[in-house]
DNA sequence: AACATTTTGTTCATTAATAAACAAAATGTT
DNA sequence: AACATTTTGTTTATTAATGAACAAAATGTT
């Protein structure tokens, strides 16, 4: 049984000065004229320092951007174990895994702006929808959904984990105004209500005029 | 020539943090329930790093108070080695040892509001208050200014320092919504236009109605 | 008041960060 | 293109911070 180690302190917080300190930066003036110098100083740590953690600036986005991805994977892991216990789902609750991400981007807003923002980093983007529906892929196998699925799962799962980018890009952009929860209760209605079987998962039937929610959800927020 | 060492920048940082943490704490439950844990936890740092830098809580305490103290006293010196070459001063300039002051209060925002605020710490203004006027009694009596004075200058003294800082406390107060440059062109004005002799430090006249120029400072405040 | 638990203060061995120095590589200036 | 300057990457000895452990002191519970 190996024992988990947790980080030292110090390293925790050398890493964390450096992530702000690239996010600060690349707003100021993109990634490609960063010197390691503006990091460091930036981040008021030796040089010295950023070498021990990352071999160069290349390294240093990589391995945060790899971190951003591999904790919205462990969100998204650790909510599908408690997600099925809660169905049906009240129409003014959203789904926890949903509000965990979004508390998860807005802790990390500064990082997540850089990424997701409009001069965004793309190769980001591609990793993460990448690996989002690998998994997503895995998990429909998983639980052989293939079969009662009306469309081919690498099509859905596309679609929806597109779309959940793209949620997730239009708040960004937006600044970030609306609360984790306020997010989290969006993406739930749209994505319950329009594509879940009636038992689990609905065919892509549109039964409801979507007008109608639209409007008492915005009235919902104006309290 | 005793050359002067920078202070290690971990120390540093500790100590930042420890301010911090401090300011963070006393606002949140008052001084006397902080636990050293208390401060440790918040500030991210061994235990045992504390009593590195302090020997208790209320060594914590007195050496930041102190430290803000000798940063205002400083910034006074130091401004008042500049501010005499900048006579008459145009009426929309502040007098730039003010705008250092409000910038350096702005900055330590966190904990000058845990000094100066409404539960504010009061042997922390008596101490500053005393050094202040004690410091401004040298500088008078250096520059042999008592001869010149309708009043004695203890008084004076007084009288300018507590309206200081009367005026300090009424911008933590309010939440400090002011600028700097707005505060200090606020206390410049007051300043220099109530009790400075026409040569440099006027009798105490008040030979024009205040009303007036009250009234177009908030002018040029909601522009 | 007796006992349990928490907090404090201290010690120690270890680790991560530090600043300085140096050479190589990259960039800037003419 | 030649040279100057800046930046990078590396090495080293030193220092500050770390976590664990322990005893004493303080606080909480009955």
Redesign the interface.
């Known amino acids: 049984m190996m024992e988990i180690k947790r980080e030292d302190?110090r390293i925790r917080?050398t890493k964390e000065k450096l992530r702000n300190a690239l996010a600060e930066l690349m707003k100021e003036k993109g990634f490609e004229s960063i010197r390691i110098h503006d990091l460091t100083e930036r981040a008021?740590?030796?040089r010295g320092t950023f070498y021990l953690h990352y071999k160069d600036k290349y390294d240093l986005l990589e391995q945060n951007e790899n971190e951003i991805i591999q904790d919205i994977v462990h969100i998204h892991e650790e909510a599908k174990k408690t997600e099925h216990a809660k169905h049906p789902r009240p129409p003014s609750e959203p789904a926890s895994i949903f509000v965990h991400l979004f508390e998860y981007l807005q802790e990390n807003s500064d990082f997540i702006q850089v990424l997701f923002g409009k001069n965004g980093h793309y190769s980001f983007q591609t990793k993460l929808k990448t690996i989002l529906r690998e998994n997503m892929l895995k998990k429909f196998l998983n639980a052989q959904l293939e079969k009662r699925m009306l469309i081919p799962i690498e099509y859905f799962s596309s679609y929806v984990i597109s779309a959940h980018l793209g949620i997730i890009q239009q708040w960004v952009e937006g600044g970030m105004k609306e609360s984790p929860k306020e997010m989290a209760l969006i993406i739930t209605r749209i994505t319950f209500h329009q594509i879940i079987a009636k038992e689990e998962y609905p065919a892509l039937k549109f039964e409801k005029p979507f007008q109608k929610e639209s409007e008492s959800m915005y009235n919902e927020r104006d309290k």
Chains 1, 2 share one sequence.
Request: net charge neutral; hydrophobic share 20%.
């Open positions: 302190r917080q008021d740590i030796n």
